[in-house]
C-alpha cells in the first residue's frame, strides 16, 4: 500500500472527490498521520475539493468568491508546490467553472478568478481547455468590465486579467493574438494604454502584452495605430518609473520596423530622446532597446544618422559603455549600431575607424566565452566595415592572428549567415594587397573554399565564392596546383 506521511492530526485527506480516513499511528511515539490508499500521488492539506466545485458550479456569490479566495490562499501558502498542490480531475473540473466567472459583473470574483486561472493553466492541456471554452473572449470581457474612469474599478483585478491575458500570449503564442485581433482585444489594449487614471502598474503590465503581440503579429502596430497610439508612448519614456519607459522603448522598437509607422518616429526630437536614454541610465534593458530602436531607424533613414554623428560624443559612447563592455547584451547592441552606419557609407567607415573600434571589434572574436549572437554580429560588422572599403581600413585588420582566427571560425561555422559573412571578409581581405592574400592561402583558406563551393546551394555565396578564388589565385602560380 502506498501511503502519504506527514497528515496532521484532524485533517482530511481528499482524493478527487473521495474521502479517505486518517489513520493515527503512534506506536512510533512520533504522533505522525498516514493515510492508506494504492493511488495516492499528492497529499491536499485539508482541501476538501468536492465542495469547492460545488461551490464554484452553483454556489450563490460569496460561495463563489469565497471558494476562489480559498484556492488563492492555498497557493500562497505552498508556493513549491503549485503543480501538485491540486488533482488533475479537479483543476480540469474546476477550469470549466472558473472560465464563465471571468465574467462576472462583481469585478471582485472576475479578477479572481482569473487569478487563479493563472494558477491553474501551467500546461498545453490546461490552456486548451480554457481556449475552447471562449476563454480569450471572455477575457476580453472582463477586462472591459474594469474600466479605469469607474468608480468600481480596482487595479488589482484589471491586474489578475492582464496578467492571464500575458500568460495565454507567451503560452499559445500566434494562436492567442490572432484571437485577441479577431475580437478587437488589441484595440482595447489600446484604449485602455490612453486613459489618464490608468495606474501605471496597469500600463505596464498592457505594454507588456502589446509589446509579446507584437513579436507573434506583426499587424499588432498597425492596429495600435488607429488608436493613434504612438505619442501616448512617447510620452511614457520622460516618466520616473524605469518599467514604464523599458517596455514603452521595446514597443516603440516594433513600430519603427513597420515602415508605415516608423515615418513619425524619424525625427530629430525622438533620436535625440533615445540617444538620451542611453547616457542617463544604466538600466540594460532601457539602454539596449534604445539602440536597437536607434539601428532600425538608422537602417530606414540613413540620412537621420548625421543628428547623432555630429555630437563629438557619440563614438566615445558608444565604444565605452558598449563595445568595451563586459555584458553581452550591451557589446551586441553596440556592434548592431556599427554595421548599420559601416554599411551607410564610405565615410561612416572611415569614421568608426578613427574612432580605433578595429583593434577592440577584434578582440571581441579572440574572446573565448563569447556567445553566438554576439560572435555573429560582431563578425557581421567585421563584414560592413571591409566591404567596398580603403585599403586603409582593411590594413588596419591585418595581423596574422585574426587571419588565424577567421580561418578557424570559418572551419567550424554552421551558421549560413556567419559562414556567408565569413566568406565576405575573406574575399575582401583577398583583394587588398599580395601579403594577405598570401597569408590566407598559407593558412589553409583554399581548400575550405573549395569545400563550401561544393555543398553550397546559394547563389549569392557562389558568386562571392568565385571573385574570392579569382583574387586569391592572383597570387602565386603555385596555388593554380591545388
Not at 462583481?106 to 493563472?118: E, F, H, N, T, Y
Not at 518599467?243 to 514597443?251: D, F, R, T
Amino acid at each position: 500500500m502506498d501511503h502519504c506521511q506527514g497528515l496532521k492530526n484532524g485533517y482530511k485527506c481528499v482524493l478527487g472527490s473521495k474521502k479517505f480516513k486518517v489513520v493515527s499511528l503512534t506506536s512510533a511515539g512520533i504522533g505522525l498521520s498516514y493515510c492508506f490508499y494504492k493511488q495516492i500521488t499528492t497529499i491536499n492539506w485539508g482541501i476538501d475539493e468536492t465542495t469547492l466545485l460545488k461551490q464554484l458550479e452553483s454556489g450563490k456569490q460569496n460561495e463563489k468568491l469565497d471558494a476562489l479566495e480559498k484556492i488563492i490562499e492555498q497557493f500562497k501558502k505552498n508556493k513549491k508546490k503549485k503543480k501538485t498542490l491540486f488533482h488533475e480531475n479537479f483543476k480540469t473540473k474546476a477550469i470549466s467553472h472558473i472560465a464563465k466567472l471571468i465574467v462576472s459583473q462583481d469585478l471582485s470574483i472576475g479578477g479572481k478568478a482569473s487569478r487563479v486561472l493563472s494558477y491553474f493553466l501551467t500546461n498545453q492541456i490546461y490552456y486548451e481547455k480554457f481556449v475552447s471554452l471562449h476563454g480569450i473572449e471572455r477575457l476580453i470581457l472582463g477586462i472591459q468590465l474594469n474600466d479605469p474612469e469607474s468608480e468600481k474599478f480596482e487595479a488589482q483585478n484589471l491586474l489578475n486579467h492582464l496578467k492571464l491575458l500575458y500568460k495565454l500570449i507567451i503560452l499559445t503564442q500566434k494562436d492567442a493574438v490572432l484571437g485577441l485581433e479577431k475580437i478587437e482585444g488589441i484595440t482595447l489594449l489600446g484604449v485602455l494604454l490612453k486613459i489618464e487614471n490608468t495606474p501605471i502598474k496597469v500600463k505596464i503590465s498592457l505594454l507588456k502584452c502589446l509589446t509579446w503581440s507584437c513579436e507573434y503579429n506583426k499587424m499588432v502596430p498597425i492596429l495600435l495605430n488607429k488608436n493613434k497610439l504612438i505619442p501616448t508612448v512617447i510620452n511614457f519614456l520622460d516618466s520616473t518609473n524605469l518599467k514604464l519607459v523599458e517596455y514603452s522603448i521595446s514597443i516603440i522598437s516594433d513600430f519603427v520596423e513597420i515602415s508605415e509607422l516608423s515615418f513619425q518616429l524619424n525625427n530629430p526630437e525622438m533620436i535625440t530622446k533615445l540617444y538620451e536614454l542611453t547616457t542617463k541610465t544604466d538600466n540594460e534593458q532601457i539602454t539596449c532597446n534604445s539602440i536597437l530602436a536607434l539601428s532600425k531607424l538608422f537602417e530606414q533613414y540613413p540620412e537621420s544618422q548625421m543628428i547623432l554623428l555630429k555630437k563629438p560624443e557619440f563614438f566615445e559612447l558608444i565604444l565605452n559603455k558598449f563595445i568595451r563592455s563586459k555584458n553581452n547584451n550591451l557589446m551586441y547592441c553596440g556592434s548592431r549600431l556599427l554595421e548599420v552606419l559601416a554599411k551607410s557609407s564610405i565615410s561612416n567607415k572611415i569614421l568608426i575607424r578613427q574612432a580605433e573600434f578595429i583593434p577592440e571589434l577584434t578582440r571581441l572574436i579572440f574572446i573565448k566565452s563569447i556567445n553566438q549572437k554576439l560572435l555573429q554580429q560582431v563578425i557581421a560588422t567585421i563584414k560592413e566595415l571591409t566591404v567596398n572599403s580603403t585599403k586603409t581600413t582593411n590594413i588596419d585588420f591585418f595581423d596574422k592572428k585574426f587571419f588565424s582566427k577567421i580561418i578557424s571560425l570559418f572551419t567550424k561555422c554552421k551558421n549560413p549567415k556567419m559562414r556567408s559573412d565569413l566568406v565576405i571578409i575573406i574575399g575582401n581581405f583577398s583583394c587588398t594587397k599580395e601579403e594577405s592574400r598570401l597569408e590566407l592561402l598559407n593558412r589553409g583558406a583554399l581548400p575550405l573554399l573549395v569545400k563550401l563551393l561544393e555543398i553550397t546551394k546559394d547563389a549569392n555565396l557562389e558568386k562571392n565564392l568565385v571573385c574570392t578564388f579569382a583574387n586569391l589565385l592572383e597570387s602565386s602560380k603555385y596555388y593554380f596546383n591545388f
